[in-house]
């Protein structure tokens, strides 16, 4: 049972949009950053968006990142097929004084 | 850039320890402010953080696994160390190290990732 609440699985046409949420508590999405990561088979996961709303070096802006309250959202605009993978967010737990992850969405452009 | 290299041994026997490297390249693992961190990932599942080290020696560990996990780091060979100890079948994973800039759980550096089997 992960920390965070992610729905298990999303779809979407190609260059169409879609959102994956991610829930949490007061104790990690709510008072700290959510990272949310991006994970192609059989490949290490990677960063696309840190500090809520932060895209690093060479993300390109069709991801995007938001979080209201406890609960964070990454935005897929114009998808394409190359994005299909497991989406994960993350946070840190500050009652646990450790990170956690949610259980990850797998994105399935049709 | 910095790239990361996790190390060891791919089958681990029932209440043995496993013992994993992550050899650090392209950047030195004791620049200031970065937390050297491991994750594993049980076959088809989610992401797990098992815990990170402090460039400085401070130690941060998942509740659920910090009876049996220690981490430590190795300035003057660039890497650091996973041990997980009493190890069962449910510790066979996929091993993976990472670098966390804040200590927030926002890894931008990873590892390719280490397959452990825990059998005899």
């Known amino acids: 049972q992960s920390v965070l609440t992610q729905p298990p699985s999303v779809s979407a046409a190609p260059g169409q949009k879609v959102t994956i949420s991610c829930s949490g508590s007061?104790?990690?999405?709510?008072?700290?950053?959510v990272s949310w990561y991006q994970q192609l088979p059989g490949t290490p996961p990677k960063l696309l968006i840190y500090?809520?709303?932060k895209r690093p070096s060479g993300i390109p802006d069709r991801f995007s990142g938001s979080k209201s309250g406890t609960s964070a959202t990454l935005g897929i605009t114009g998808l394409q097929t190359g994005d299909e993978a497991d989406y994960y967010c993350?946070?840190?737990?500050?009652?646990?004084?450790?990170?956690?992850f949610g259980g990850g969405t797998k994105l399935t452009v049709l | 850039q910095v790239q990361l290299q996790e190390s060891g041994p791919g089958l681990v026997e029932p209440s043995q320890t496993l013992s994993l490297t992550c050899i650090v390249s392209?950047?030195?693992?004791?620049?200031?402010?970065?937390?050297w961190s491991w994750i594993r990932q049980h076959p088809g599942k989610g992401l797990e953080w098992i815990g990170y080290?402090?460039?400085?020696?401070?130690?941060y560990y998942n509740p659920s696994l910090k009876s049996r996990v220690t981490v430590s780091i190795d300035t003057s060979k660039n890497q650091f160390s996973l041990k997980l100890s009493s190890v069962t079948a449910a510790d066979t994973a996929v091993y993976y190290c990472?670098?966390?800039?804040?200590?927030?759980?926002?890894?931008?550096?990873w590892g390719q990732g280490t397959t452990v089997t825990v059998s005899s």
């Open positions: 007061d104790s990690n999405t709510g008072n700290n950053y």
């Open positions: 990472a670098r966390d800039p804040f200590g927030y759980n926002n890894m931008d550096v």
């Open positions: 993350g946070s840190w737990d500050r009652d646990l004084s450790a990170g956690v």
């Open positions: 392209g950047g030195s693992i004791s620049s200031s402010g970065y937390y």
């Open positions: 080290i402090y460039y400085s020696g401070n130690t």
């Open positions: 500090e809520n709303n």
